[in-house]
């Protein structure tokens, strides 16, 4: 069954506002957004997506994530950051009989740095994060080059990036401990760190000076300590997200 929650899309929902022509610090708005999961007979989420967003000169606000700017010009910026991570498992929204006898697998928050370097021929986005509520006790880095380019209402952000995900935080997600290898009948898995590429685009059209439409995806390939997991049965996962913002 579908399952509604009220969340933010993270990343990509910061990508879509940051590709938005604002005519103010401030953008606020609506959409919907599709999580593939790469779990074992395992539903996509679907999300109502509310977006509110926030630039200024010493702070900033996008989604369910925010920083504080340590240094920021027209060239590089370097925040204190932190933001909520949707990734989760639970286990009886599985049609698997034996993904249904593991534990729960939580959301958390993350905490760490973000740094942004823009060029003439794109820009640079590296974020570096660990787990503050004590569930995995990971660590996560994205390394990402966009371009943006702009035409008229047109904006348009493509990307290719890497995900680099701790042996903690895959072990929490992606582990089989032997009790629940006992209890499940999975055999137990204890994976090391990982390195997921992905290519991502975010578009958005200008209605007017206030009004604007965005569209984002991202497409990730699942490294082999990721697929190797009794838990999972994709060699992939996605982020799809659409809607409107106003900005003021």
Known sequence: MTKFKLLALGVLIASS?????????????AGVGVVQNPYKQYDDDVYPVPVIAYEGDDFWFRGLGGGYYLWN????KLSITAYYSPLHFKPH???????????RRRSTVMAGLTYVHETPYGFL???LAGDTLDNSNGITGDVAWLYRYINDSWRITPGIGVEWSSENQNEYFYGVSGKES???GLRSYNPNDSWNPYVELAVSYSLNDHWNLYGSGRYTRLSDEVTDSPMVDKSWSGVLSTGVTYSF
């Open 17 to 29: 506002v940051s590709v938005a022509q604002a005519a103010g610090p401030w953008t606020v708005g």
């Open 73 to 76: 010009d027209k060239t590089d």
């Open 93 to 103: 929204d599985s049609d698997n009989n034996q993904l249904r006898q593991l534990d």
């Open 125 to 127: 986005r590296t974020t």
């Open 182 to 184: 006992r209890r499940s």
